[in-house]
Each structure stands twice: as C-alpha cells, then as structure tokens.
C-alpha cells in the first residue's frame, strides 16, 4: 500500500505482515481514516502477531482463547487497561473485516468484554486563564498576529490540533462566519467561528498573512514564517510557548486542553448537550458527556467555596 497512507511498506515475505497491510489498505479505502489511526491499527496487529508466531499460529487462525491469553501476558506487564481495551478494539474491526469478506467461521472477539476504564475527567483551565493566554502573542509583529488568530481559532471552535493545521484558507467563510472542518473518518462539520475570534482572523489575513504567503505560495490558513503550513509539533509548542508568558503551567495546557476548555466553558454558560457534540465533531454522544460530569465538578467546587454550609 502507499507509504504516504498508513506509514512504512511490510517487511517482504510475512504472510502476517501482507494480511495487516491489506486490512489497512481496505480500511483507508473505505473509511478515509488518519495515517496515525492506521497506524495504530498496524502497531496492535503486528504485536499481537509477533506474540502468536512462536505458537506457529498465523493472525488468521487466532482464536478467543489466544486473545484472552495474550490480554493476560500483556496486564502481566503492566501494560494499562485503555491500551488493551485499543487492542481489542483494533482486533474487532480486523475480524468485522474479515467476516465481511466472507472468511467464514465465528468472530473470536464476539464474546469479550473490553477491560473496565477508570472514568478520568479532562482537566478544562478556567476562562481567567484563557483569556491570559489568549492575550499573550504580541500582536505587533506578523507571526504574534498569527499566532493570536491560532489561540482564537481554536478556543472558539474546539478544534483538534490536526484539524487546525490542515484547514486550507477555503475553509473559512468570512462572510458567514463559519470555519468548513475536515474531521476524523473524513467527515465534515461547520462550526461557528464567533465575532471575537473572528476580528482577529480577519486582522491576521489582512496585515500578516499576506507577509507570510510572500514567500512561497501555500493553501494552508495558518502560515510558518517560511510561509508553509505548520505540523503539529509547531502548534504544540507555540501553545506552551504562549502558556509560559501568560504564567500558565506549561503541564495544565496543550492543543487537547483548549478543546476541553471549549466543550466544558460551554455547558457552563448553558449549551445542550447534542450542539457540543456536533461542534466537537464527536460521533457518539457517550464521548460528550464526560464533559457533563466536568461541568458539575466544577459548580461542586464552587457551591462548597462560597455557601454558608458549603
């Protein structure tokens, strides 16, 4: 399959490795996922392989018991309860696949339960933070101009980090206020930008981006000073960067955390529910709610800092 796809070519000769590949291959075909789904996918499936060759038994051939076993040998080595429950995951839709192009036979994952998750609640920081961070760029130079719209953007529409920098310039409607963005599987949503997020966007495209764009031609929204997109990393560490002058600890915030802060400043003020999954881009509204559960940790601590009987 294309390297650009899903990462490097299998190694030539495994019968295990070409299966993997194949799945992968129908997967990007299919379902457009991200080169890091898919990798993840080739990283499970090629670990569980590796286990069962010293069995002489092909991924093909595994059944639940040998599944069950190799859960067991990986808790046994600490590994965490959500990695497994990726593993299993991984290995569903492999035999979803598999059935689905008529291999025949029973899906050995059928009947397993996923490990239990502890139920960890995002750590959201609170407006006043935001709001330093936000103001932290200094907006007199082109590239504190960019990255004050990054900051904006991101807040106000609750974009995931490789959405932010693969948005293409087309993506944003000016006049409708609405950012077109690309999600994960590929599928599409509109988001609201917001007036104030949107001033500073229109700043950033009128007095520093063209500056940017003289140097090479890029479709990208958000210019390097080498006028390319950026990569995640860069975003990333422009977060901290900002995060540290604003006095923020680098730890509490990253590209994830303003999504959070997003989703649970949201319900704060009263948002439904079902508005912030669609905003979110969330394809189950079971993954929303735990912002919910945010949303009354927050007025807990509030009701026992300033009630009388608090």
């Known amino acids: 399959m294309p390297r650009t796809r899903a990462g490097a070519a299998p190694a030539a000769g495994s019968a295990d490795a070409a299966e993997i590949e194949h799945f992968l291959e129908r997967l990007w075909a299919e379902d457009g996922l991200a080169d890091r789904t898919l990798a993840a996918y080739r990283q499970d499936l090629t670990g569980f ?40 995951s991984t290995l569903r839709r492999y035999h979803a696949a598999r059935q689905k192009q008529g291999a025949g036979g029973e899906d050995p994952t059928a009947l397993l339960d996923s490990p239990k998750l502890p139920r960890s609640l995002p750590k959201a920081p609170g407006e006043r933070d935001v709001d330093a961070l936000l103001g ?32 293409p310039l087309a993506a944003l409607n000016l006049r409708q206020g609405v950012l077109r963005v690309a999600g994960k599987g590929g599928r599409e949503r509109l988001v609201p930008v917001g007036a104030v997020a949107l001033e500073w966007i229109e700043r950033y495209l009128r007095e520093a981006r063209p500056r940017l764009a003289s140097v090479r031609r890029s479709e990208a929204l958000l210019l390097t000073r080498r006028g390319t997109g950026m990569t995640r990393q860069m975003a990333w560490t422009l977060i901290k960067r900002h995060a540290r002058a604003a006095g923020i600890p680098v730890q509490r915030i990253s590209p994830h955390v303003l999504r959070h802060a997003f989703a649970t400043h949201l319900l704060n003020h009263g948002a439904d529910l079902r508005a912030v999954q669609m905003l979110l881009g969330h394809a189950s509204l079971s993954t929303t709610q735990i912002y919910t559960l945010v949303a009354r940790e927050g007025l807990k601590r509030l009701h026992a800092r300033h009630h009388p009987r608090g």
């Open 136 to 167: 932290a760029p200094d907006v007199s130079t082109p590239l504190g101009l960019r990255d004050r719209a990054l900051l904006e953007l991101m807040y106000a529409c609750g974009l995931r980090v490789s959405e932010l920098v693969t948005l």
């Open 49 to 88: 392989a590796r286990w069962l060759a010293p069995q002489g038994i092909a991924l093909t051939q595994a059944g639940r018991a040998h599944i069950l076993r190799y859960l067991g040998a990986r808790g046994a080595r600490g590994i965490a309860a959500r990695s497994n429950a990726r593993l299993l």
